[in-house]
């Protein structure tokens, strides 16, 4: 009787251990199939943050250049502003010459 025990609970412990080790490496290889796309997706974010950071930087020499483009108007509208007043003030100066020119 004793030894029936010892043996049915021997048996049992080892099928328990069974179960137990096969669920250990399923879980093993569910945890490595995570990984393995934890990584991809990992890589996938890297790869986007290192593009975003590319189009920012792309971004910023743009504006760069845009502020200095729109320097460089305002500069040449002042001075198209001064030369147009020039024009305007030779034009009231000699407009008694004009008579005198002929008409095309």
Same mark, same amino acid.
């Given at each position: 009787? *004793? $030894?029936?025990?010892?043996? *049915?609970? !021997?048996?049992? +412990?080892?099928?328990?251990?069974?179960?137990?080790? *096969?669920?250990?490496?399923?879980? &093993? /290889?569910? %945890?490595?199939? #995570?990984? %393995? =796309?934890?990584?991809?997706? !990992?890589?996938?974010?890297?790869?986007?943050?290192?593009?975003?950071?590319?189009?920012? #930087?792309?971004?910023?020499?743009? +504006?760069?250049?845009?502020?200095?483009? #729109?320097? /460089?108007?305002?500069? +040449?509208?002042?001075?198209?502003?001064? $030369? =147009?007043?020039?024009? %305007?003030?030779?034009?009231?100066? #000699?407009? &008694?010459?004009?008579?005198?020119?002929?008409?095309?």
């Amino acid at each position: 009787m *004793i $030894l029936t025990a010892f043996l *049915i609970g !021997l048996v049992l +412990s080892l099928v328990g251990l069974f179960v137990v080790v *096969i669920r250990a490496v399923a879980l &093993w /290889r569910q %945890g490595k199939r #995570t990984g %393995g =796309m934890f990584g991809d997706e !990992l890589a996938l974010f890297e790869e986007r943050a290192v593009r975003t950071e590319q189009l920012l #930087t792309e971004a910023d020499r743009a +504006s760069q250049d845009l502020q200095a483009a #729109t320097a /460089r108007l305002r500069a +040449s509208r002042a001075q198209l502003d001064v $030369l =147009m007043s020039a024009l %305007g003030d030779a034009q009231r100066q #000699t407009r &008694w010459l004009r008579v005198f020119l002929p008409v095309r």
